[in-house]
């Protein structure tokens, strides 16, 4: 092993650049440096090939494999996923080593057909040579995997969680809401953590499915949450506006989903209307006689004007 290591350490300087890269913390100006580093190494002169020969030889010598993971790969510039690339590419005949790449395959194929388009995917194919495809998440495991992270949030005064608590509103929320915006385990985790930040400085104030939901917006829905903010004024309290026309709820619509996909624009539609009463009376002509009971349930209290 200690032979090993010397030969290594004579890779020093490829190696740590490539050690930057991969954590991600390389610009540009780093990445070029990387490059140069990179063609210098894998140019075929004598002391190059003599290294390669001494490490494969203390390579061939162990008595264990080496695995070097490299997750993300789709998530680096194109620039940084070439240098990847170049460089597994370059030693990839070491004996006892292995390579796992993990990448979304379209994305990464686009990157190299970039680069270089007359071999798209068979530059992949050259570099790996087995590929295998995982399969999407279960809404199901994805939706466990959120609620984990949440529950010891959502506690009642009385020690009781909200998640286990006959709330229709809140369930229906999440259902219609949430749910359908988590598609990898990255968004249930980045949503989670978002709520764990945000969520104690209202905690008590506000109805903890309201909030997931607009957090849910946030985040996955930024053009949305943005018109909502900018919108408040018309959309909170219960009652409907004065002007209770097509007019009124086309320019609603336009401003609060016009940048909505089509596949998701009533799907959206229906979140804002459980959030915001005041939507289904423009929207449904669904009307509310008193708002004490939103008021209650911490649900869209009515506008405080100063007189």
């Given at each position: 092993?200690?032979?090993?290591?010397?030969?290594?350490?004579?890779?020093?300087?490829?190696?740590?650049?490539?050690?930057?890269?991969?954590?991600?913390?390389?610009?540009e100006?780093?990445?070029?440096?990387?490059?140069?580093?990179?063609?210098n190494?894998?140019?075929?002169?004598?002391?190059?090939?003599?290294l390669?020969?001494?490490?494969?030889?203390?390579?061939?010598?162990?008595?264990?494999?080496?695995?070097?993971?490299v997750?993300?790969?789709?998530?680096l510039?194109?620039?940084?996923?070439?240098?990847?690339?170049?460089?597994?590419?370059?030693?990839?005949?070491?004996?006892?080593?292995?390579y796992?790449?993990s990448y979304?395959?379209?994305?990464?194929?686009?990157?190299?057909?970039?680069?270089?388009?007359?071999?798209?995917?068979?530059?992949?194919?050259?570099?790996?040579?087995?590929?295998?495809?995982?399969?999407?998440p279960a809404?199901?495991?994805?939706?466990?995997?959120?609620?984990?992270?949440?529950?010891?949030?959502f506690?009642?005064?009385?020690?009781?969680?909200w998640?286990?608590?006959?709330?229709?509103?809140?369930?229906?929320?999440?259902?219609?809401?949430?749910?359908?915006?988590l598609?990898?385990?990255?968004?249930?985790?980045?949503?989670?953590?978002?709520?764990?930040?945000?969520?104690?400085?209202?905690?008590g104030?506000?109805?903890?499915?309201?909030?997931?939901?607009?957090?849910?917006?946030?985040?996955?829905?930024?053009?949305?949450?943005?018109?909502?903010?900018?919108?408040?004024?018309?959309?909170?309290?219960t009652?409907?506006?004065?002007?209770?026309?097509?007019?009124?709820a086309?320019?609603?619509?336009e401003?609060?989903i016009?940048?909505?996909?089509?596949?998701?624009?009533?799907?959206?539609?229906?979140?804002?209307?459980?959030?915001?009463?005041?939507?289904?009376?423009?929207?449904?002509?669904?009307?509310?006689?008193?708002?004490?009971?939103?008021?209650?349930?911490?649900?869209?209290?009515?506008?405080?004007?100063?007189?």
């Open positions: 092993m200690a032979k090993l290591g010397g030969h290594i350490a004579g890779a020093g300087q490829l190696l740590g650049a490539a050690a930057g890269l991969v954590a991600g913390s390389v610009a100006g780093a990445v070029n440096a990387v490059s140069s580093t990179l063609a190494y894998i140019r075929t002169d004598t002391n190059t090939e003599a390669q020969r001494h490490v494969a030889d203390a390579l061939r010598d162990q008595d264990k494999c080496f695995l070097f993971v997750d993300d790969l789709d998530r510039t194109p620039d940084e996923a070439l240098v990847v690339l170049r460089l597994i590419k370059s030693v990839d005949r070491l004996p006892n080593v292995a796992l790449l979304d395959r379209e994305v990464t194929e686009k990157v190299v057909a970039n680069r270089y388009p007359s071999e798209g995917a068979h530059y992949l194919e050259k570099i790996v040579q087995a590929g295998f495809d995982l399969p999407e809404p199901m495991h994805l939706q466990k995997l959120f609620l984990e992270q949440i529950e010891p949030l506690l009642k005064d009385d020690g009781e969680s998640l286990d608590s006959d709330d229709t509103h809140l369930m229906n929320l999440f259902f219609e809401s949430i749910y359908p915006e598609r990898t385990p990255r968004d249930a985790v980045r949503l989670a953590n978002s709520l764990t930040i945000t969520w104690g400085a209202v905690r104030e506000v109805h903890p499915g309201d909030f997931a939901v607009l957090e849910a917006l946030r985040l996955f829905r930024p053009a949305v949450y943005r018109a909502v903010r900018t919108s408040k004024h018309r959309l909170v309290g009652s409907g506006s004065d002007r209770q026309t097509q007019d009124l086309k320019e609603l619509e401003r609060l016009g940048s909505v996909l089509s596949q998701d624009r009533k799907r959206i539609r229906n979140v804002l209307m459980r959030l915001f009463p005041r939507l289904q009376a423009i929207w449904s002509n669904m009307h509310y006689s008193s708002e004490e009971a939103w008021t209650r349930a911490r649900r869209c209290p009515p506008v405080r004007r100063s007189s």
